[in-house]
């Protein structure tokens, strides 16, 4: 007794919430305190809003939901009359008819403190001020004779702004003896250097070390990869959690030492890059999947490597035995598609069938002969070959239940290269936050590398051939995507400067690119808002995916290159003037 009276003793729960689902949130907060007990942990920690899971949304202005979450905390608060660890969990917290983003601490059989996340965010993917009240800003809380300070994720993220206070500060000249920061972080690339950078900050400004814990787990568009670390006062690094899996670390925190407490744990290798990138698409795939309930996925097999790419994320996410695909030829489609198509389902090892789709199309074209008659073909019969493919892929989720998995990249999605009622029919994209040169290079690293956990084959799984091709949509003779977009490393070029960086056109020309493509991918990448306002959602990857990071409006007049849109020779109904154009590519 007497060592472990040296010694802090704190367990992080890097774990999976799902939004809404108190009582399961509560019944992992159980089993993890178990797990502390055994490791005869004092505290147990739980990320931002653990009982309600996050981000809950609108969901936390709903009063039922408020008082589950309220009776839940309760609940687990008169469990730890047992004297066993206590517990510092988040939650939604109403005090005096105002919604906080809390954190409530359970000990001794009953909630012992309460503190409210201070400085709220709101950007990007984030809008808290809309349903949180702005906290007070509080000194530390003691746990088992430790002043523990407890910043709230955005509470450590300062900002040259008069709205935030500087809780940190604060804490320290209160008292605090060591910092826990429960976090819902969410991933896009570059988040893992820039929270330890973050972190790095606040330990060298207060003298303390810190205790970063972050919730793991795909939510809608958002996955968060947990990552979750901790650092010693002198800046070395305490323990490091793996990211996009579960995990549940012990730490001793040696009380005693000559400068703060200190302590060493296990650390774990992260993923970087492209394969942080495809690790997220498959976390966020698997828990969208589970999470709604769906028995598996569907999706059409065209031979491409965007439906090739999303079938290796399938079947790495939930087993070859809960993916389905369907090859859907037409008169367009080479026999190379339908050869690739084929061994890519052998590799993978998913049910495969082939639905020609002749009878389909043809039957449109004959119901629509005398509204068409004398009117030349154009894109418009192209696209019933897209729409007959929806609407077979649709059919059969309906029957089965399976979920449609729509394989459009950010690259179709920025430029209009879709069809609505077509290829995009779906519920859930995982490529969508993925330009198409990523789409090519993530291809190749997974025939050489998988992720920890994924349930699919080890090799090459995506057949070369699907790699080194030219992508076509098929959908007339002798096609390819180059026939009127411009190659692809020029075009997610111009595209990165437009969508991430918000660069202006002149800009992107004088850092060499050709000012009339330029001027059309923007006006391309405008034009298409609409579509993209009915896409399925998909896993988020980049600082601005489509969606929660940029909502632009459909019917929007400006224009970059100094000359506005002008109505009707430019609107939605006028293809021709506007020169977007409709494609399936698989």
Same mark, same amino acid.
């Given at each position: ?35 502390? !007990? ?58 005096? /008819? ?34 949180? !009240? ?6 530390? +809380? ?47 690339? /570059?988040?893992?250097?820039? =929270? ?5 900050? =606040? ?12 919730? +793991? ?8 990869? *947990?990552?979750?670390? !901790? ?41 970087? *890059? ?28 065209? *031979? ?14 939930? /087993? ?42 043809? *039957? ?22 897209? =729409? ?12 089965? /239940? ?36 990523? +789409? ?135 293809? !021709? ?10």
């Amino acid at each position: 007794m007497t060592e472990l009276a040296d010694y802090f003793i704190v367990t992080l729960a890097q774990l999976n919430p799902t939004v809404g689902d108190v009582t399961g949130n509560a019944a992992k907060a159980r089993v993890a305190r178990a797990r502390a !007990a055994v490791d005869s942990a004092d505290l147990v920690v739980f990320p931002e809003l653990f009982i309600a899971g996050y981000p809950p949304e609108d969901l936390v202005l709903k009063p039922a939901f408020q008082s589950a979450c309220r009776a839940a905390i309760e609940e687990l608060a008169r469990e730890t009359a047992d004297g066993g660890p206590a517990v510092l969990i988040g939650t939604p917290w109403v005090d005096d /008819g105002k919604l906080y983003n809390a954190v409530a601490l359970l000990d001794g059989g009953r909630v012992t403190a309460l503190r409210f996340k201070v400085n709220l965010p709101n950007y990007g993917v984030f809008d808290e001020k809309r349903v949180f !009240a702005r906290g007070p800003v509080s000194g530390p +809380v003691t746990i088992r004779g430790v002043r523990v300070g407890v910043p709230i994720c955005e509470d450590t993220w300062l900002e040259e702004s008069s709205e935030y206070e500087n809780i940190v500060e604060c804490l320290a000249e209160t008292g605090a003896e060591i910092l826990i920061v429960p976090n819902g972080s969410p991933y896009t690339r /570059g988040k893992v250097d820039m =929270r330890l950078s973050i972190s790095v900050a =606040r330990v060298s400004e207060s003298g303390l070390p810190l205790i970063y814990l972050n919730q +793991v787990g795909g939510q809608d568009e958002l996955v968060f990869d *947990g990552g979750s670390f !901790a650092l010693n006062a002198d800046l070395s690094v305490a323990m490091q959690m793996p990211a996009f899996e579960e995990n549940i670390t012990t730490l001793r925190w040696k009380k005693k030492t000559t400068t703060s407490m200190r302590s060493l744990g296990p650390v774990a290798d992260l993923l970087e *890059g492209d394969k942080a990138d495809y690790a997220a698409c498959v976390l966020g795939l698997r828990d969208y999947v589970n999470k709604n309930g769906f028995p598996g996925v569907l999706l059409g097999i065209s *031979g491409g490597i965007d439906s090739a790419l999303c079938a290796a994320i399938a079947v790495d996410a939930l /087993g070859a035995e809960r993916v389905r695909g369907v090859m859907l030829p037409f008169r367009f489609t080479a026999q190379v598609s339908l050869d690739d198509a084929e061994k890519l389902a052998a590799n993978l090892g998913f049910r495969y069938e082939v639905l020609p789709i002749a009878k389909a199309v043809h *039957g449109f074209e004959e119901i629509l002969s005398d509204t068409f008659k004398g009117l030349p073909r154009d894109i418009t019969e192209e696209n019933l070959q897209a =729409r007959a493919r929806g609407t077979l892929l649709m059919a059969i989720s309906n029957k089965t /239940g399976a979920m449609v998995v729509t394989t459009g990249n950010k690259s179709e999605m920025s430029v209009g290269y879709a069809t609505l009622y077509g290829d995009m029919n779906g519920g859930f994209n995982p490529i969508k936050d993925i330009y198409k040169t990523e +789409v090519f290079r993530i291809s190749s690293l997974r025939n050489s590398w998988k992720p920890d956990g994924a349930l699919g084959p080890s090799g090459e799984v995506i057949p070369p051939n699907i790699i080194t091709r030219p992508p076509t949509a098929e959908l007339r003779e002798n096609q390819t995507d180059q026939d009127s977009l411009p190659p692809y490393e020029v075009l997610d070029a111009i595209l990165e400067r437009l969508v991430e960086r918000e660069e202006p056109l002149a800009t992107i020309t004088a850092a060499g690119f050709d000012r009339e493509v330029v001027a059309r991918i923007d006006r391309l990448l405008n034009i298409a808002e609409y579509k993209r306002r009915q896409a399925a959602p998909g896993v988020k990857v980049t600082r601005r995916n489509f969606g929660r990071d940029r909502r632009y409006p459909i019917t929007n007049r400006f224009r970059d290159d100094g000359h506005p849109l002008q109505a009707p020779d430019d609107t939605l109904v006028s293809r !021709a003037a506007r020169g977007s154009s409709e494609v399936f590519d698989g």
